[in-house]
């Protein structure tokens, strides 16, 4: 179980969140500002946080698991040394986009929203990551990867773990 982000507190960690907030005054408008701030601070967003955050903002906590999980670069878990994110959208679907993404959980040995059991990979989904003419896309680390087959992933990841062949 991964560890979880304490309540608000007087850890640390939590003061670029509240500053986040204060800036804004408390108001709902400082919600993605406040999650970029709980996931730099402790590297994820888990059930806790965004509880603290529903009160702090007088928001839903539902709404705040609505953001979280509507954009990919907010994550409920720990993320892995290397992320891997697949694109679904409209032209990635169409492309083979979700044939790619089963064919790199089954290479990397690990499913959709996880992390491998060494903490060498996460594998995630988006909507969208905007650069439909190169679809099917993955996004390795923050470098885009167009017109991607497994094999290209696969490649890449292996050159990111030191030449190591991935399970």
């Known amino acids: ?4 982000a304490p309540a608000v507190s007087d850890d640390k960690r939590w003061r670029p969140v509240e500053a986040a907030m204060r800036r804004h005054g408390y108001r709902s408008g400082a919600l993605i500002e406040a999650l970029h701030a709980v996931q730099r601070s402790f590297g994820f967003i888990d059930e ?11 928001l839903p906590a539902s709404r705040i698991y609505g953001v979280v999980t509507f954009y990919h670069f907010f994550h409920l878990k720990p993320k892995g040394r290397h ?3 697949v694109c679904l959208g409209t032209a990635c679907y169409i492309k083979g986009g979700t044939r ?4 790199i959980s089954a290479s990397q040995q690990v499913r959709p929203g996880e992390t ?8 995630l989904t988006a909507r969208c990551l905007g650069a439909c003419g190169q679809a099917p896309v993955v996004e390795v680390d923050g470098r885009m990867l167009g ?3 497994t094999a290209q ?13 991935s399970p």
């Open 153 to 165: 992933v696969g490649e890449y990841l292996n050159q990111l773990n030191g030449g190591e062949h």
């Open 48 to 58: 806790a946080a965004m509880r603290a955050l529903a009160g702090a903002l007088h």
């Open 100 to 103: 790619l993404l089963q064919e």
């Open 1 to 4: 179980m991964p560890p979880a």
């Open 147 to 149: 017109q991607t087959e």
């Open 116 to 123: 491998t059991t060494d903490g060498r990979l996460s594998l």
């Open 83 to 85: 992320t891997c994110v």
